[in-house]
């Protein structure tokens, strides 16, 4: 049983930055891919980034790109989310997932919700302008 679970999420003031990390656990052999997801009340789950665990290549939605970060320490079994400029749009619960087959499409398709296995409990973040 693969286990997910997000820390890190927070309060913070417009501009301002914060790390997101989701541990994993219960597989073996790792799954593929994992990913971070957001949902605002009442709007659809978003996905952020993606990060392939064996090349740790990624891809970003153009809502985040160059002001999120994802990486992995595959040591420790777990993932990142560095988010920096951080504004009061990007207040949500925040949600880390991990997809255990291989993929072969686009970077943006592999950010649909249904790409992946496994979901964490979430974190939230505010960020008060």
């Known amino acids: 049983q693969v286990r997910l679970a997000e820390s890190g999420g927070g309060s913070v003031q417009a501009g301002g930055s914060l790390r997101l990390s989701c541990a994993a656990s219960?597989?073996?052999?790792?799954?593929?891919?994992m990913g971070w997801f957001r949902q605002a009340p009442g709007q659809e789950r978003e996905g952020l980034a993606a990060i392939n665990t064996g090349t740790s290549n990624t891809g970003y939605s153009d809502s985040v790109k160059g002001r999120f970060t994802i990486s992995q320490d595959k040591a420790k079994n777990t993932m990142y989310l560095q988010m920096n400029s951080l504004k009061p749009e990007d207040t949500a619960m925040y949600y880390c997932?991990?997809?255990?087959?291989?993929?072969?499409?686009?970077?943006?398709?592999?950010?649909?919700?249904?790409?992946?296995?496994?979901w964490g409990q979430g974190t939230q973040v505010t960020v008060s302008s």
């Open positions: 997932a991990a997809r255990l087959s291989s993929f072969f499409g686009t970077w943006r398709s592999l950010l649909l919700r249904d790409r992946y296995d496994y």
């Open positions: 219960g597989y073996t052999g790792g799954p593929y891919y």
